[in-house]
């Protein structure tokens, strides 16, 4: 695998692969892996395509009370895990190159980014539309590849990659789990051992919601029941919520494919899941 630092040496080991007759898989992250990214790298390879890699903690996507400054950074355990996985290029920008002095354009895509966390993280989402650009034009991949985890980051990039005309395909994988059901993230390390325990009571009460929604009871009412579980638990609900998987509208049909989507915290770790909740036919 190449480590790369700078946009010129990016741009020329890109051309060296294209010339070669490859197609170029994206993987950004923000670093501290887990199987979750592997699982998107792997994706990528078992499509024969030469994947590129990035890490960048952005900035532009934290609040300012939220976690920028103790955000995991663990590069050379990350390299090892990307090598391993048969990554072909780590892309490493430095913060001064991805936002020089003078840097002035903000990416905001309406609609998708603004209930659920575009509500609960003001600008948020304009951060990650922003650098997920930047990264798209620095790389120019045919393909770029995200969790599932991140349902409402999905939909804002492919809303963003639609109306902009990136002419990149967005694929989306599936949230990889822990053997107990906690999606794996990169936040899950700020659990002390009591709130990991307690953790698994997020993706049990989606799985309890969305089955019984399923069922055919009022969605309102799985709701209320959901987030009075989680505040049992221990959590601080910001919020539990059934959308259309695709505009994220509230309100949507059973007719329509929907998506369960929750945020909470525990202490002051803030984690997120989401269910899928297949059309009624
Ligand atoms: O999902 C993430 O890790 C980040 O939001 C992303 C897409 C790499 C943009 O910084």
């Known amino acids: 695998m190449q480590t790369i630092r700078t946009l010129s040496a990016l741009r020329a080991a890109i051309a060296d692969f294209r010339s070669g007759g490859s197609d170029i898989a994206l993987v950004p992250t923000m670093g501290a892996l887990h199987r979750g990214h592997i699982a998107l790298i792997e994706t990528a390879r078992r499509q024969g395509r030469k994947v590129v890699a990035s890490i960048f903690v952005n900035p532009k996507q934290f609040g300012p009370n939220e976690d920028l400054a103790r955000y995991p950074r663990r590069e050379a355990a990350d390299a090892r895990m990307l090598t391993e996985a048969g990554c072909d290029i780590l892309w490493l920008p430095p913060v001064e190159d991805m936002y020089p002095t003078g840097f002035a354009t903000n990416i905001s895509v309406s609609g998708v980014s603004e209930g659920l966390d575009g509500a609960a993280r003001p600008g948020h989402f304009d951060g990650v539309a922003t650098v997920v650009a930047k990264l798209f034009n620095q790389v120019r991949p045919d393909i770029a590849l995200f969790g599932e985890k991140d349902f409402q980051q999905l939909a804002v990039i492919r809303r963003m990659v639609s109306d902009l005309d990136f002419g990149i395909e967005i694929e989306g994988v599936p949230t990889q789990r822990d053997d107990d059901g906690l999606a794996l993230s ?69 007719s329509r494919p929907r998506r369960l989507l929750a945020a909470a915290r525990l202490g002051g770790t803030r984690l997120i899941d989401n269910l899928d909740v297949p059309a009624i036919a």
Request: charged residues 25%; proline residues 4%.
């Open 186 to 254: 990169s936040r899950n390390v700020y659990l002390d051992d009591g709130q990991r325990a307690a953790a698994v009571a997020l993706p049990r009460a989606l799985g309890d919601a969305a089955r019984a929604i399923l069922r055919g009871d009022s969605p309102a009412d799985v709701l209320a029941a959901a987030r009075d579980s989680l505040t049992g638990a221990g959590f601080a609900v910001d919020y539990i919520e059934l959308v259309d998987a695709e505009t994220l509208a509230s309100d949507a049909p059973g």
